[in-house]
């Protein structure tokens, strides 16, 4: 089912919708909580599946929740930045991942084939790479509001669970960038191998990550602009997707570093804007962690992974999918005839 949202044609309309973000639905909550008590199990026994069962309603917007539907969208883009030599691989890489995951050989569809999961991979004008973030800024207004509204309307407005992911040569430099644009520190603290940078090419990417910051940083105080100058399109579109899956009651599991960076810009544009995600995982790359607790979310798995794709938030919608089935499958004390505590 299509959605009905359209990104706005300028900047400032964007702000606009982002200062304008729905709540929860207060009344699914309520629910839920009321029936959690109910159930043929100990008070807060199933742990954190009973805060996810909760969180599904509430953002659902529905009692009983359900996961029947998780789709599963992967942003890929291009970066002018690798230019300065910042990754381990070559920017043609981008397109031929996007190839094999087409053909059905990447570990995302794998995932997705375990979960059944629908995967749409979203290519973003991968033979156009964004400027060089430490010369211009990586995207014109024009270019970043596509982007965005990319994202948009890659979510379908029937999923019960949204799963972002990404791909995209240099995008970790990007994500170190924002991050360190958006919450401080040094380039250090921020950037880490990605797809297994190291020596002269690590220093050359922490190089380009304290830069770009420095040339944009009269203008990083406001999410999406922060996110227009050091993002790519992949990570516009993503965030494009987080919005619009708030505006559809959709709700979200975060990937790894790159995705939480995408993030960060819509929780900086709009506090409380990321109440509707969860992030999946943390990953190897060492600031995710670091990122994960500046945005306050705690991941759900540990599982030294730092792939991208979607991979760790597909793994997880199986955690989510589990909860909600335990909260709306479970007898109750009366249905079972179990006596309740004292």
């Not at 009905?4 to 982002?18: A, E, F, I, N, V």
């Not at 375990?114 to 973003?124: C, F, T």
């Not at 958006?182 to 380009?208: I, M, N, Q, S």
């Amino acid at each position: 089912m299509p959605n009905t949202h359209k990104c706005p044609s300028d900047m400032d309309g964007l702000r606009q919708l982002l200062a304008a973000l729905p709540g929860p639905d207060a009344a699914a909550l309520a629910a839920a909580e009321a029936r959690e008590p109910t159930l043929t199990k100990p008070p807060g026994s199933l742990g954190r599946l009973e805060y996810m069962a909760h969180w599904l309603a509430a953002w659902q917007g529905r009692h009983p929740p359900r996961v029947e539907s998780i789709a599963v969208r992967v942003f890929a883009g291009n970066h002018g930045v690798v230019a300065k030599g910042v990754s381990a691989y070559p920017a043609e890489v981008t397109a031929q991942m996007v190839g094999n995951f087409a053909a059905g050989g990447a570990a995302v569809n794998q995932l997705c084939a375990a979960a059944a999961a629908d995967l749409d991979v979203i290519a973003l004008d991968l033979d156009q790479p964004t400027a060089d973030f430490t010369e211009a800024p990586a995207m014109d207004e024009a270019a970043f509001l596509a982007a965005v509204g990319r994202g948009m309307t890659s979510v379908p407005g029937d999923a019960d669970l949204l799963c972002v992911g990404e791909m995209g040569i240099g995008n970790t430099t990007s994500a170190a960038a924002l991050a360190l644009g958006l919450y401080g520190g040094t380039a250090d603290d921020w950037t880490g191998p990605g797809t297994g940078v190291e020596g002269d090419a690590f220093a050359l990417k922490v190089a380009a990550v304290g830069e770009g910051v420095r040339r944009h940083a009269r203008h990083l105080g406001d999410g999406m602009e922060a996110l227009r100058r050091l993002g790519g399109r992949e990570l516009a579109a993503m965030a494009g997707a987080i919005i619009q899956a708030r505006l559809t009651r959709v709700p979200v599991l975060l990937d790894g570093y790159v995705v939480a960076a995408a993030a960060a810009a819509v929780a900086v544009s709009a506090p409380g804007g990321l109440e509707h995600c969860l992030a999946a995982h943390v990953s190897a790359e060492p600031a995710h962690r670091r990122l994960l607790e500046e945005l306050r979310l705690i991941p759900l798995l540990d599982m030294n992974m730092r792939l991208g794709e979607a991979s760790g938030a597909v793994l997880a919608a199986s955690l989510v999918k589990s909860a909600a089935a335990c909260h709306a499958g479970m007898a109750t004390f009366a249905e079972a005839g179990v006596s309740d505590k004292d």
